[in-house]
């Protein structure tokens, strides 16, 4: 069995939405696609030369990630990459990552970016792991005094919520710059819509002082992403957890860089606390130098929030 690579064409995207159906339980990756206007030339496909059609692709996503100073650089995220199993272990993958390398250097992208859990198939392509951590603990039972109310957010808060998280990480590194599509699809895929994220008040003047994603994963509750003063961070905390226990979860995981504020609201929700390392990034130069992307992706603070996936 043989396969040609290329780029994809507007006629490819039944072929490729079938695809991804067929690999993951992630039915907005078609959504996702259709972000970028530049979609086809970034898509690279390994199509059958025998007539069955797309075997693989990978998808280049072009984005503006902080450096480890916090200024914006172009970045190529590397996204949606998926086999047919009967065509796997031929190296399509790897066919397709060098076409991919190629347009985003092209492209003067300073580096890459991806997230997976099968490193193996990215270092032989020149990408290479870099550590990121969460903590854990068992779902604490007691609860702060709610100082800053807090309820579910609404549509209405959108505008606030993105101001937030402008102001929270505008010199993050590693996290990305949000546009309105962004705003619009890319965080509603991985987060669910608005409403299903908490915020918090100022007591006194009433405006969004600051907003917490949680999601259930199992037994735990996952603190995806945060945005705010985070003052307002026990009483979050302590929503985030009393409806977790609600929920029947005994368990509390925070995504969310420890800062001193962090560490003093952490007893609110986890009743203890340990630090665990993952190894799910990989990053791979391209224009800027090994150096510097190491000095991003291990930066203090650096995160790239779940809510920016490609």
Same mark, same amino acid.
């Given at each position: 069995m043989s396969a040609t690579v290329s780029t994809a064409t507007p006629a490819d995207e039944p072929a490729l939405a079938a695809l991804w159906k067929r690999c993951f339980d992630s039915p907005h990756l078609a959504a996702l696609h259709a972000l970028d206007p530049d979609r086809h030339r970034h898509t690279f496909v390994a199509r059958n030369d025998e007539g069955e059609g797309i075997d693989a692709v990978? $998808? @280049?996503?072009?984005?503006? =990630?902080?450096?480890? %100073?916090?200024?914006?650089?172009?970045?190529g995220g590397i996204g949606s990459v998926a086999t047919r199993p009967e065509a796997r272990g031929q190296g399509l993958v790897r066919r397709l990552l +060098?076409?991919?390398?190629?347009?985003?250097?092209?492209?003067?992208?300073?580096?890459?970016?991806?997230?997976?859990?099968?490193?193996? $198939? @990215?270092?032989?392509?020149?990408?290479?792991?870099?550590?990121?951590? @969460?903590?854990?603990?068992?779902l604490a039972t007691s609860?702060?005094?709610e100082a800053f109310p807090v309820r579910a957010a609404t549509a209405r808060d959108a505008?606030?919520?993105? &101001?937030?998280?402008?102001? @929270?990480?505008?010199?993050?590194?590693?996290?990305?710059?949000?546009?309105?599509? %962004?705003?619009? +699809?890319? +965080?509603?895929?991985?987060?669910?819509?608005?409403?299903?994220s908490l915020v918090a008040r100022d007591p006194v003047?009433?405006?969004?002082?600051?907003? =917490? $994603?949680?999601?259930?994963?199992? %037994?735990?509750?996952?603190?995806?992403?945060?945005?705010?003063?985070?003052?307002?961070?026990? &009483?979050?905390?302590?929503?985030?957890?009393?409806?977790?226990?609600?929920?029947?979860?005994?368990?509390?995981?925070?995504? =969310?860089?420890?800062?001193?504020g962090v560490r003093a609201?952490?007893?609110?929700?986890?009743a203890d606390a340990g630090q665990v390392t993952e190894h799910v990034g990989m990053a791979r130069p391209?224009?800027?130098?090994?150096?510097?992307?190491r000095a991003t992706v291990t930066a203090p603070g650096a995160v790239h929030w779940y809510g920016d996936c490609f």
């Open positions: 990978v $998808v @280049y996503v072009p984005r503006l =990630i902080r450096d480890a %100073d916090g200024t914006p650089r172009r970045v +060098v076409a991919a390398e190629r347009t985003m250097t092209a492209e003067q992208c300073a580096w890459s970016l991806l997230f997976t859990g099968t490193p193996g $198939v @990215y270092r032989s392509s020149g990408w290479q792991e870099f550590a990121s951590g @969460y903590t854990e603990g068992t609860s702060a005094p505008v606030e919520v993105a &101001a937030l998280h402008h102001a @929270y990480n505008a010199r993050r590194p590693l996290s990305s710059l949000r546009a309105p599509e %962004d705003w619009a +699809v890319r +965080v509603p895929a991985w987060y669910g819509a608005l409403e299903e003047s009433g405006a969004l002082t600051g907003w =917490i $994603v949680a999601r259930h994963a199992g %037994d735990c509750v996952e603190v995806r992403e945060f945005a705010g003063a985070e003052a307002c961070l026990g &009483a979050l905390f302590a929503a985030v957890g009393s409806r977790a226990a609600a929920a029947g979860l005994n368990r509390a995981r925070v995504r =969310i860089p420890v800062t001193p609201a952490l007893p609110v929700l986890l391209l224009h800027a130098t090994a150096e510097s992307v």
